[in-house]
């Protein structure tokens, strides 16, 4: 079945550090979307990518899907420790009509003030 | 606009015992998902429904766990019965269609002792 990697799968930064999380799937992505889940939460939805090659910033967020569309990363430039959660990628597979989300193991950003 | 609600919140039982999560999605949102999240993972889908049918249930362990989704808008995930490997989090969660985001509800923390 289909999966999906991420890396790396802790990353610990000063404060104003840039930050950089990799996606990548065993299959070609319909899209993929990205979520936060701060320290005892639930995942919150960032951000959908649905075109080749495209590029989507939030603020201090840098998304990339890749031209082949199966990876994608999340950049964010001089972190805060407001940035302090799990970033997940979840992709969907191209084809068949079942819409199934897979999500990765995510990647847990630590912010030292 | 009112959120995915779960309950209860937290839950501990014995092994071989059964339990039963509630969960009621965001008003007019035909999707429901359940997804399991292990400590330290990322979410696993365990079903899927769009209105009151099963769109993908192919990780579900089916000899002990169930769920249904009766009138299209609550949905409910029992185990029976339970085993020590299915202390986790169980993530309801909810969209407006098939391939747009989701928004999770708070989960039921589940521990089984």
């Known amino acids: 079945g289909q999966q999906v990697m991420q890396i790396p799968q802790y990353q610990h930064v000063q404060e104003g550090e840039d930050f950089t999380t990799y996606c990548n799937s065993s299959?070609?992505?319909?899209?993929i979307q990205w979520y936060k889940q701060r320290p005892g939460g639930h995942p919150v939805f960032l951000i959908q990518l649905v075109k080749s090659g495209e590029v989507k910033k939030q603020k201090r967020l840098t998304f990339q899907f890749g031209e082949a569309k199966k990876n994608s990363s999340l950049h964010i430039t001089a972190t805060q420790t407001t940035d302090v959660g799990t970033y997940f990628c979840?992709?969907?597979?191209?084809?068949?009509?079942?819409?199934?989300?897979?999500f990765g193991k995510g990647t847990l950003l630590t912010v030292n003030p | 606009e009112a959120g995915v609600a779960q309950s209860p919140r937290y839950k501990i039982i014995e092994k071989r015992q059964s339990v039963a999560f509630w969960c009621n999605p965001i008003?007019?949102?035909?999707?429901l998902y359940w997804y399991q999240q292990i400590l330290g993972q990322g979410p696993k889908l365990l079903i899927q429904f769009q209105n009151n049918g099963v769109v993908d249930d192919s990780q579900l362990p089916k000899d002990r766990f169930s769920a249904e989704r009766l009138k299209g808008v609550d949905s409910t995930l029992k185990i029976q019965p339970a085993k020590l490997e299915d202390s986790a989090v169980y993530l309801c969660a909810s969209s407006l269609r098939l391939d747009e985001k989701l928004f999770f509800g708070s989960g039921t923390q589940l521990s089984v002792l």
């Open positions: 979840a992709g969907r597979a191209r084809g068949g009509s079942n819409y199934k989300l897979t």
């Open positions: 008003s007019g949102h035909a999707t």
């Open positions: 299959t070609t992505l319909s899209n």
